[in-house]
């Protein structure tokens, strides 16, 4: 298996323009994870998705921030408008089970808003 | 208060020596302990897993778990330039359905 696919691994856009991260996970695990990772925050998650359900999404910072999971093998984050405190690293993560179980990490998006 | 706290670092040692990181926990229900290693530019990566208290090593890393004193360590020994990296510390509860909680890293330099 290539792990956990993510696309594009940079972007440089303007402010107010909208942003879309794209994540292919794991196939078989059932849960997709996505992150975002700054220096002054370290690693925060955003959404959890079980079976392309969205299970938990206490940790989206703002109505700007969406994520959908159409089917098992694709998942996107959308930023729309972006914002410059919206420039992180953000990375996708699958897993078989939540909790105890390990994750696997994609090789993020680094996002930087003008 | 961070559930998990975390010395962001930066910590530089020369080849050879033993490191130790640390992290701090507030979550009593905390019942998995993880550690990942993050090189630049990469995401992160599981290193080294542990249930409850105790120890456990792996070649040349220990991971060692206090529960009483909320406290978990990751020692390395006879560090090597390639283990330079950011180590996360990671937890959750015993529910499948408890979320991992991270700190926030410690950036590691190994000095040649």
């Known amino acids: 298996d290539a792990g956990v696919i993510q696309s594009p691994r940079h972007e440089v856009t303007e402010m107010g323009q909208e942003v879309t991260l794209r994540c292919k996970p794991i196939s078989g695990h059932d849960y997709l994870f996505w992150y975002r990772q700054t220096m002054m925050r370290g690693l925060e998650l955003l959404i959890y998705f079980n079976n392309n359900v969205p299970i938990d999404d206490s940790g989206m910072p703002e109505d700007r921030f969406s994520a959908k999971m159409p089917n098992a093998s694709f998942s996107t984050l959308k930023i729309q408008p972006s914002e410059p405190r919206d420039s992180a690293v953000y990375f996708c993560a699958s897993s078989f089970r939540q909790g105890q179980e390990t994750q696997y990490f994609g090789p993020g998006t680094r996002l930087l808003v003008l | 208060q961070k559930e998990v706290e975390q010395d962001p670092g930066p910590l530089s040692v020369p080849e050879g020596a033993i490191v130790s990181l640390n992290c701090t926990y507030s979550n009593s229900a905390f019942q998995y302990f993880m550690w990942y290693r993050q090189y630049s530019r990469k995401g992160p990566e599981l290193l080294m897993y542990?249930?409850?208290?105790g120890n456990k090593e792996d070649g040349r890393f220990t991971a060692q778990v206090d529960k009483s004193s909320k406290y978990i360590s990751l020692f390395i020994r006879d560090s090597q330039p390639s283990d330079s990296a950011t180590y996360l510390c990671a937890m959750s509860g015993y529910s499948s359905a408890s979320k991992i909680i991270f700190g926030s890293g410690t950036r590691l330099s190994i000095r040649p």
């Open positions: 542990t249930y409850s208290s």
